[in-house]
């Protein structure tokens, strides 16, 4: 090509892409991205709507107390005789205020890890019913502000995190992670409930099962031995937590971008390897 012909017809300007589409091409290469955007865009929510759903401290007691009555009539309240159990084993009391406070997120992110990678069939359900259950969460720590039981004074109940660990969840950088008054519904146990469900569903080995079943056998005795939950809010958990899933079933069926979730279940087991 001559230096005339070059200079009529020259070569198209190469195409910068825009910010957004650069966002946007990132999120194509890597559709991990989308899915750890989801959630921090959820946990972004979460955190801007906790001046909503903190509630009344005085109402919070008060509620804890209906609770308290309403165990003791019905024969479950336990939950301070786990605790005077509890801290009569320092070390173990040391072990499950570290367990509270850590177990929960490293857990739950490690599952959907694990389920993005290997089950990735039936993910967005999962993804879909864990969102949708924290959703329901708020709106009742909204309507129903519940505070924890180390709270009351005069039940024998102690703050175990604060008296052993010397940990305070109300105080300096913890403060903006706790709400001091959503001890209903328990989201430690409803998480837990989920990842037992959800893995005894998916997995072949019965150790792996037993393991599975076991991980909220562990919450249950931590969040009631350390002060943090009654009987009744671990209850709620799984209940919301179960009707989460119920809200991501119903969206599947107006909206079948995926298959069914039984029917994702079913193939899920029958395509992929086991671990």
């Known amino acids: 090509m001559t230096t005339r012909e070059i200079m009529e017809n020259p070569a198209p300007p190469a195409t910068v892409a825009s910010p957004r589409g650069r966002v946007r091409g990132a999120f194509h290469r890597h559709p991990g991205l989308h899915e750890v955007g ?11 709507s906790r001046a909503l759903v903190i509630g009344d401290p005085g109402q919070a007691v008060s509620n804890t107390m ?10 479950l309240f336990v939950e301070l005789s786990i605790q005077q ?15 509270y406070m850590y177990a929960h997120w490293i857990v739950t992110t490690a599952f959907f890890v694990w389920l993005y990678h290997r089950r990735r069939r039936i993910y967005p359900y999962i993804r879909n019913g864990f969102l949708a259950a924290n959703g329901i969460a708020l709106v009742v720590y909204m309507l129903f502000p519940v505070a924890p039981p180390r709270v009351l004074p005069t039940d024998g109940f102690i703050d175990t995190l604060r008296g052993v660990s010397d ?26 409930f989920m990842i037992a469900v959800v893995a005894c569903f998916l997995l072949d080995s019965w150790p792996l099962r037993m393991l599975a079943l076991s991980y909220p056998a562990l919450v249950f005795l931590t969040i009631t031995g350390t002060g943090n939950h009654f009987v009744l809010d ?30 994702a ?3 899920t087991r029958s395509a992929t390897p086991r671990r």
């Open 38 to 48: 989801i959630f921090l865009a959820a946990l972004v929510v979460y955190q801007l």
């Open 66 to 75: 209906h609770i308290v009555r309403w165990e003791q009539a019905s024969g």
């Open 85 to 99: 159990w509890l801290v009569q084993h320092l070390a173990f009391t040391e072990l499950l205020n570290l367990f």
């Open 167 to 192: 940990i305070d969840l109300h105080g300096g950088a913890l403060s903006g992670w706790f709400n001091p008054n959503a001890a209903v519904p328990s989201m430690h146990f409803g998480y837990a």
């Open 234 to 263: 671990c209850l709620a958990g799984g209940a919301v937590m179960g009707m989460g899933f119920l809200l991501a079933q119903a969206w599947t069926l107006l909206f079948p971008s995926h298959p069914a979730p039984v029917v």
């Open 265 to 267: 279940f079913a193939r």
